[in-house]
């Protein structure tokens, strides 16, 4: 009779147990592999899209699939890494015209909530850019998750935002149709 | 017409190359300090860099014959009195040649960083020679930028000593470029 309650009770904890530590896993954006982007673009004259990237940024997020509260990401960008596939356009966009890069090496985003669901996140954080600091949305979703072809484990995610080049202090006047930049990211990333 | 140099005056065509790359240094330097500022708006905001980096090719080739013309050509006596003088005016005259290419090099590196050809006039392109090297852009701007204000300081001086040559030593320093001085017999 013990012996039953004995295992009958340690069968009910280690279920308690393991559901409350449905621990977030930890991955790190997987940059190595870049399997990983951070897309931008701008309306030029009002006409069309001029898009561009990141090529170099860093990070790591940690996510619960059962209790989204519990996940959060950071990531680290290198402004200098700007790239619109044209050399001068590249290099003003390095200058104190736009991103000022000598001044503001990195820009980056730190998330202070994650609510929603798998299909419709909100990822809200600090995003700062040219030195400054501001709260920003994500809307974000997941793609998949599961064990890579290599002995690993990913997990991956996709997200759109936008801000105003003028809230973070970008005053180089590229018209009335452009004074927003609209974010498209891609994050993957391999289990820690 | 006197188109070579002789030993104590200059021939039509370094003459004319000496002006041509005269008003067209000027004139490419004047053009890439204002187009910098210029408004995204502005009419000008594509064609004066298109223009200044054309002119800039043309003006390397320019400098390029010049300096070949001069090689197989007579080089006129220099005519300060001391030595140390003429030792300053060839330095000056070599550093010019220099300042001038070395800008020209770096402009083009500004461009062709992301391996894209420089159009020039839409008549020929001069494509990215060289695999692209690290911040290229950002250096080869600065470079460019910082060359282009020292050549100025060099173009004063050397226009200062040639007046100076003219009105105080009253020699035919600066007349000789005008057109070349018929020999006199001596």
């Keep these: ?192 | 017409m006197q188109l070579k140099n002789q030993n104590q005056t200059y021939g039509w065509i370094s003459i004319v190359l000496h002006w041509t790359v005269a008003i067209v240094v000027l004139g490419t330097f004047a053009l890439g300090f204002w187009m910098v500022d210029l408004d995204y708006y502005s009419t000008w905001y594509q064609d004066a860099p298109n223009i200044h980096k054309s002119v800039g090719v043309l003006l390397i080739i320019a400098m390029l014959a010049r300096f070949l013309w001069n090689q197989i050509n007579t080089k006129p006596s220099p005519l300060a009195e001391s030595a140390l003088q003429n030792s300053v005016a060839v330095n000056v005259h070599f550093i010019l040649y220099l300042l001038v290419f070395s800008i020209g090099v770096s402009g083009y590196l500004i461009s062709t960083a992301e391996s894209q050809p420089i159009g020039v006039f839409n008549w020929f392109e001069v494509p990215a020679w060289f695999t692209p090297f690290e911040d290229q852009a950002d250096i080869a701007g600065d470079v460019h930028e910082w060359l282009g204000y020292g050549l100025m300081g060099l173009v004063a001086l050397h226009a200062l000593a040639a007046l100076k040559h003219h009105f105080f030593n009253k020699d035919n320093t600066l007349k000789r470029m005008l057109k070349p001085i018929s020999k006199k017999r001596n």
């Design chain 1, 1 to 192: 009779m013990t012996k039953i309650n004995t295992l009958f009770l340690s069968a009910a904890l280690l279920s308690v147990s393991s559901a409350a530590m449905s621990a977030p896993v930890s991955y790190a954006i997987d940059t190595p592999g870049m399997h990983a982007s951070i897309n931008f673009k701008v309306n030029h004259l009002g006409y069309s899209w001029l898009t561009g990237r990141f090529n170099s940024f860093s990070g790591d997020y940690q996510y619960d699939p059962d209790n989204l509260s519990n996940s959060k990401i950071n990531v680290i960008i290198d402004t200098k890494s700007v790239n619109t596939n044209h050399a001068e356009r590249d290099k003003h966009l390095r200058s104190d015209d736009f991103l000022n890069v000598k001044k503001h090496p990195e820009s980056s985003f730190v998330s202070t909530s994650i609510t929603g669901t798998d299909a419709d996140m909100q990822i809200k954080g600090n995003f700062t850019l040219n030195g400054v600091t501001k709260p920003i949305v994500i809307k974000g979703s997941k793609v998949g998750e599961g064990k890579d072809p290599w002995g690993g484990y990913r997990s991956g995610f996709m997200g759109t935002t936008e801000f105003k080049l003028a809230d973070y202090k970008i005053s180089k006047d590229l018209g009335p149709a452009s004074g927003t930049v609209y974010l498209e990211l891609h994050i993957e990333g391999t289990k820690k």
